[in-house]
């Protein structure tokens, strides 16, 4: 005997000097452990009984860490017999480790834990490498039979003793020896309408002879319901006096909304102390004053007994909710197969659901449905596939059948339900999940369905939230009509996640498409300036008024597009307005689907990076040129000097205010200086240009244009970005990287 308490003295030492350890070196896998009392009965010492119960919860748990940790109770208690999730095991008997299988929160996963036992009190609980991962673990420990000591006292702990992995040191209540006389428990519980229902409840005595002839327990329902008969009684264990049985020895007595329970008489009070079950039913008597919800009887009476409430059941209609399992799910316009959210239907009380009765799930004009329950529902054609119907969810005796596309636009889904759950354990839950829809070009917002049917549901359930799959941005510079290789503003294509560019491994391309009258001059500038999304090539197609957009596959990490560089060659058809840019190819519109929903758009937005803003040019052209770091420039060929040199910055070439009014054939009179809100104002003609100092928006005859980088005061001279002043007069600018010239053309 004493070299077995050495042993474990040396086995404690060690768990203790773990469990100090390991936090150190693994903080992750603590966090999310915990050891929760499930049940906690009043039981009597120098007794052999059922303790509680407690659950370990491990949220999530990492199948490549395990767990193992110590379980003990205290001094001279005995562990006869002992459950750990559904797996039970004759303690007193167990000569080697013991398995059992538990699983995650949704009963699909599994690992694997092993009980050894250590002492009569202890023994090692430890969870096997494997299995599940990033999953909630849960399951119970019950301590079926314990022989208490005699002399004890107060609450009944459990040490938990962390050793290794994600099983940390804690301690939990199962038991309380000596607190009151009975212990009441609500075994089984129903949902019930105005047409009542039932309980049942188990009395159980702390210790033997508490039950007596001249006092009641008393059992109090709230407003509004009362008690009926006793259906059932069965003595659970122990004995009363006599030899009596439960009919003779306890007396019920519904009185209202109190069920008064005594013994009938002291000579029957227990030599063994004893714990008894009943059934009785529920009325519901007024339901003005009936709530809904649990209903809560007081345990009251001349006895001392835990606890003080109980619930006795559950009050409410017969009810049915259909709600979406996740609204927040985003889905792509112009899109097919975008997945949504699921959707839950589900009772308050058994039998809600009727069999027979229909569910009818409407989508707006702007989606079909595609998929349900991961079955695709048209053929290539896009046309409704000729299929059988079929359960798609099934719940306590209840089952719910896809019926078919309704209406002549097939945005309807048919469902009828199947089978009652009036006799079974618990009111039915539905779900219909792995659904897809297609999705029209352009149209943005809650994906909202409607339901009707004559289940009687009605309403409105949000599926999924729709986006377009990528947002495009633009600067807008002006051109003229009739003249070649004009600038126009950069044009940004940005992704809103990962994967929204559908390339399918690249021969699907992005395409940005011109108007009538306008075409590209050369090919752009195509790079990506953020994430992982690969060019593969570029082409321009369509007598040069369409650009198209290749890539390597699609992108990992959310990706943006940049196109710089773009000039345009605009005829004199054009009219004097913007030049809208249609963007669209499939890889942002599926054509799959293309006659599923009507609409012969084929960009999924314009954006209008140039706008025309005068008639055709006269023959009489100014060009002057430019050298960097240079004070000589030229004005249609004759030669002049500056007393600043332009430079460049932020790649634009700066240039002092003075000389880009020469340049522009602006007079000296009509570029003035505002010292006092540091504006530089250009005027020719009709066009009034204004820009200030260390700000980027460049004004037009009072409307604003923002540029991409700011004038700026530098040696007392105030320097103004030269392409975005000459472009705001309709001239033309372009750069020679080789020369280190900047050109501007300007037709007068």
Do not use: C
Not at 473 to 495: F, L, M, Y
Not at 594 to 621: F, H, L, M, Q, R
Not at 655 to 671: K, T
């Amino acid at each position: 005997m004493t070299m077995r308490r050495k042993a474990l003295s040396v086995l404690v030492a060690v768990v203790f000097f773990l469990s100090i350890m390991l936090p150190l070196s693994q903080p992750g896998y603590a966090t999310g452990t915990t050891y929760t009392p499930l049940t906690v009965p009043n039981v009597s010492d120098d007794t052999t009984t059922k303790l509680g119960s407690f659950q370990v919860e491990i949220d999530p748990y990492y199948s490549d860490n395990g767990g193992e940790a110590l379980v003990e109770l205290p001094k001279d208690y005995e562990i006869k017999d002992l459950t750990v999730a559904d797996g039970k095991i004759d303690y007193t008997s167990m000569s080697e480790s013991v398995s059992t299988t538990v699983y995650d929160e949704d009963g699909e996963n599994t690992t694997t834990v092993t009980i050894t036992k250590i002492t009569d009190r202890s023994f090692k609980l430890e969870l096997q490498e494997g299995g599940i991962s990033g999953a909630k673990l849960r399951f119970p420990i019950t301590f079926e039979s314990v022989k208490v000591p005699s002399g004890v006292s107060g609450d009944i702990v459990a040490k938990i003793v962390g050793v290794a992995g994600q099983l940390v040191s804690g301690s939990v209540v199962i038991g309380t020896v000596g607190a009151g006389d009975l212990e009441v428990e609500v075994l089984d519980t129903e949902n019930f309408s105005d047409a009542g229902g039932s309980v049942e409840i188990r009395v159980a005595e702390t210790a033997a002879g508490k039950l007596n002839e001249e006092d009641e327990l008393e059992l109090e329902l709230p407003d509004g319901f009362e008690w009926g008969d006793i259906e059932e009684a069965t003595l659970v264990y122990g004995a009363f006096g006599g030899s009596a049985s439960i009919e003779n020895a306890v007396e019920f007595t519904p009185d209202g909304d109190t069920l008064k329970i005594s013994l009938s008489k002291d000579a029957y009070k227990s030599t063994v102390r004893v714990a008894f079950d009943f059934t009785v039913s529920i009325n519901v008597t007024d339901t003005s004053e009936a709530e809904y919800g649990d209903v809560i009887a007081k345990v009251k009476g001349d006895y001392t007994a835990t606890p003080s409430e109980i619930v006795v059941g559950t009050y409410g209609d017969y009810e049915v909710t259909i709600n979406a399992d996740d609204s927040s799910i985003v889905a792509y316009a112009g899109q097919t197969d975008q997945d949504v959210s699921d959707i839950v239907i589900k009772e308050s009380l058994k039998g809600s659901l009727i069999g027979g009765r229909s569910i009818l799930i409407t989508l707006p004009s702007n989606a079909r449905w595609y998929k349900i329950d991961d079955t695709e529902l048209y053929d290539e054609d896009g046309n409704v596939k000729d299929l059988s119907s079929w359960n798609v969810d099934e719940d306590n005796e209840v089952k719910l059948e896809f019926a078919g596309l309704q209406g002549t636009d097939d945005r309807t889904a048919k469902f009828i339900v199947n089978g009652d759950s009036t006799n079974a354990t618990d009111p039915a839950e539905l779900k219909i999940e792995d659904i897809s829809v297609v999705l029209e070009l352009g149209v943005t917002g809650d994906l909202v369905a409607t339901v009707s049917g004559s289940q009687g549901l009605s309403g409105t359930i949000k599926l999924a939230e729709v986006v377009n799959p990528v947002t495009v941005t633009a600067e807008k510079t002006n051109v003229q009509v009739g003249v070649a290789k004009q600038a126009a503003g950069d044009i940004v294509i940005s992704e809103y996640d990962a994967g929204a560019l559908n390339t399918d491994d690249g021969n699907n391309p992005v395409t940005l498409t011109l108007p009538d009258g306008v075409k590209f001059s050369s090919k752009p500038t195509v790079e990506v300036t953020k994430g992982d999304i690969e060019i593969d090539h570029i082409s321009l197609t369509n007598d040069d008024k369409t650009l198209s957009i290749y890539f390597k596959d699609d992108s990992g990490e959310a990706s943006t597009i940049k196109i710089s560089n773009i000039y345009y060659d605009v005829d004199r058809t054009v009219a004097e307005a913007d030049i809208q840019v249609k963007v669209g190819g499939d890889a942002l519109v599926d054509s799959e689907m293309e006659n599923y929903i009507s609409g012969a758009d084929d960009y999924i937005v314009k954006v209008a990076n140039a706008t025309v803003i005068t008639p055709a040019p006269s023959t009489v052209k100014r060009e002057a040129v430019f050298t960097l770091n240079s004070t000589t420039y030229t004005v249609n060929g004759e030669q002049m000097t500056m007393d600043v040199a332009p430079y460049l910055k932020d790649g634009r070439t700066y240039l002092p205010v003075r000389y880009v009014g020469y340049a522009l054939g602006i007079s000296p009179a009509n570029v003035l200086w505002d010292n006092s809100t540091r504006t530089a104002t250009f005027i020719k003609g009709n066009r009034v240009v204004q820009v200030t100092v260390a700000s980027k928006v460049l004004k037009i005859n009072g409307a604003s244009v923002t540029m991409d980088v700011a004038a700026e005061m530098k040696n007392g001279r105030v320097m103004v970005p030269f392409r975005w002043i000459a472009q705001a007069f309709g001239a033309q600018v372009d750069w020679n990287g080789t020369s280190q010239t900047v050109t501007v053309t300007l037709q007068e």
